[in-house]
C-alpha cells in the first residue's frame, strides 16, 4: 500500500489511551480529528532513543505556538500497548497538550500505509517516523522520514507549513 499523500482523507481506525480518570479508551480516530486541525507524530517506538530525546520533545516543547497557529490537537501514535503508551507520557512531565495514542496491532499504520519493518533489530512491525498536519481529516503536509531518518518529521516542520 502507498503511504498517505496531501489530499487524502485519514482513515478510519481506533487507537487507544487512557483517560484523566486512569481508564481505558478506545477512540476513533475521525472522532478526535473530525472539524479540528491537527498533527499526528508517528514514531517507530517509546522509549527509543530518537523518538524520546528528539522527535516527541520537539512537538512538546513547540505545543503551544502550535495551538497558536490553529493546531487544535497533537497526537502521538506508536505501535506499543497503551500501557507502554501511558508510562512513556509521564516521562514528560512538562507536558499539558500532547496526547499518546496507542497503535497495539499496527492496524492504523497499515491504514497509513506507513508500517516499517525492524524485525532485524528485533522490533517486529512498527510505524515509520512521521508527522502529518491534516484539516477536517483531510492531510494538508504528510512529512514521512525514509527509514530510521529524522530530518523532515519534527515540529519545526509542521510549524514552517502553517
Not at 527509543?48 to 493546531?71: D, N, R, W, Y
Not at 500505509?113 to 524485525?119: A, I, T
Amino acid at each position: 500500500m502507498a503511504p498517505i499523500a496531501v489530499g487524502a482523507s485519514l482513515p478510519e481506525g481506533n487507537l487507544h489511551w487512557f483517560d484523566e480518570s486512569d481508564q481505558l479508551q478506545s477512540v476513533s480516530v475521525h472522532a478526535l480529528a473530525k472539524a479540528k486541525k491537527v498533527v499526528l507524530v508517528g514514531v517507530p517506538g517509546a522509549f527509543t532513543p530518537t523518538c524520546s530525546m528528539q522527535h516527541v520533545p520537539g512537538f512538546i516543547q513547540s505545543a503551544e505556538e502550535l495551538k497558536a497557529k490553529g493546531v487544535d490537537e497533537i497526537f502521538v501514535i506508536s505501535v506499543n500497548d497503551p500501557f507502554v503508551m501511558k508510562a512513556w507520557a509521564k516521562t514528560y512531565s512538562e507536558n499539558k497538550y500532547v496526547k499518546f495514542l496507542a497503535d497495539g496491532s499496527g492496524n492504523y499504520t497499515k491504514a497509513l500505509g506507513l508500517e516499517l519493518d525492524l524485525s532485524e533489530k528485533g522490533l517486529g512491525s512498527r510505524s515509520r517516523r512521521y508527522a502529518i498536519l491534516a484539516d477536517d481529516l483531510v492531510v494538508k503536509v504528510a512529512n514521512i522520514e525514509e527509514g530510521g531518518a529524522f530530518t523532515v518529521s519534527g515540529a519545526d516542520e509542521i510549524l514552517k507549513a502553517l
